[in-house]
């Protein structure tokens, strides 16, 4: 071996397998040589255009539209007057039938809330009916049956007698909000079964058209038929019974009401248990104190209601409440808003007990009494 050899082999070979591996790290990393590689252009992929959400309320109808029914009503209107003032002198005319009979018809609609074929409706659309024509959307018809009917709340509650019925489910009322969409149905102008849409635009509205009242009220279109038809929300829950419109008309200008579907439950419910509904009461008449009573009392505006009458034999009349009295709490309820009370104490089972804290003279002073039975006609007590 020369000396080149046993040079490279003792120093050569590492040098020359380090410039190799250094070489090929370069050919990999150029950019390693002070000289920066220009990137390549990338392709441009066209994006697909962004789709509009358009909101669809189609499961929410499909789950609520079925116990959606229509409701028609006869009722035969008699007329007083002589007979024979209305008949003609020809022998055979049809005019010698008596004219003092005329059959009354109308419709409305009504929502089947059991299984059992429980129908809820509002009373004045099946009020003084003859006969009552229940008819699904699936185009089965049949003859009604008013199980019980309540004036203060107008709510109605009807039978039929079918098999395999849908029902709505309930949703809680309570949890209703200003803004919620909600969707009408019903069978306005007797069409057959329609769907509007709208939102909640107030709760607890009182219009004073009956006794207990805190209607939800929306923009869905609510027309004449209408009435006893489901309100629901976007779950296709019931929410109401549809009951009022407001307009100048007759036609929807978007105030439609209906009645919250936890008062309609309980009007159903005792209806159908007790054939009645029973509401606790106290025997009074208040109202919410003004402007002008709040300050000749040093109270601070709704801080309770003025005890304005009080019934003759009324729990109140008998535990020494008096005309003037200023209610400030019943039981933990504090009492500012005078129909709100008046809901919460028919609520209330007759026979238990209350308190109720007054303010007589500047002082406050306790009673208890027991919660009566409302009677059908309070002023007769």
């Known amino acids: 071996m020369n000396r080149f050899s046993q040079t ?9 397998c380090g410039l190799l591996v250094a070489l090929i790290i370069l050919q990999q990393y150029p950019s390693l040589t002070g000289e920066v590689e220009q990137a390549k252009p990338q392709p441009v992929v066209e994006q697909p255009p962004l789709q509009t959400f358009v909101p669809s309320f189609n499961s929410a109808v499909v789950k609520a539209a079925p116990s959606v029914v229509s409701i028609f009503t006869q009722r035969t209107l008699r007329r007083p007057g002589n007979r024979d003032n209305n008949l003609l002198s020809e022998p055979f005319s049809k005019s010698r039938i008596p004219r003092r009979q005329q059959v009354q018809s109308s419709l409305g609609s009504g929502v089947i809330v059991s299984p059992a074929g429980y129908v809820l409706t509002n009373n004045h659309v099946i009020k003084g009916a003859d006969d009552i024509i229940v008819a699904l959307p699936d185009f089965r018809e049949t003859r009604a049956k008013v199980i019980g009917f309540d004036p203060e709340t107008d709510l109605a509650v009807l039978k039929i007698e079918m098999e395999n019925l849908p029902s709505a489910d309930w949703a809680d009322s309570k949890s209703v909000k200003i803004g919620d969409v909600v969707l009408a149905i ?184 027991e919660v009566g039975e409302r009677p059908e006609d309070p002023t007769r007590g």
């Open 8 to 16: 490279l082999s003792w120093f050569g070979w590492p040098a020359l």
């Open 186 to 369: 019903g069978n306005p102008f007797g069409l057959g079964q329609t769907v509007s849409q709208g939102i909640i635009s107030a709760t607890r509205r009182d219009l004073r058209l009956s006794t207990y009242e805190g209607f939800l009220q929306t923009d869905a279109a609510i027309n004449i038929g209408n009435s006893g038809g489901a309100l629901i929300n976007a779950k296709g829950e019931l929410v109401g019974i549809s009951t009022a419109l407001i307009s100048s008309d007759g036609g929807s200008e978007g105030l439609g009401f209906a009645i919250p579907s936890n008062l309609a439950k309980f009007v159903m419910t005792s209806i159908i248990d007790r054939g009645r509904v029973v509401r606790g009461w106290l025997g009074i008449e208040s109202t919410a104190l003004s402007t002008e009573l709040a300050e000749a009392f040093n109270l601070p505006l709704g801080s309770g209601i003025l005890i304005s009458g009080v019934y003759e034999n009324g729990p109140a009349k008998s535990a020494g409440l008096q005309r003037g009295d200023i209610i400030l709490r019943i039981n933990e309820l504090v009492t500012y808003d005078a129909r709100k009370v008046m809901n919460s104490v028919a609520k209330l089972k007759p026979g238990s007990k209350v308190t109720i804290i007054v303010l007589r003279d500047g002082k406050e002073i306790p009673f208890v009494t």
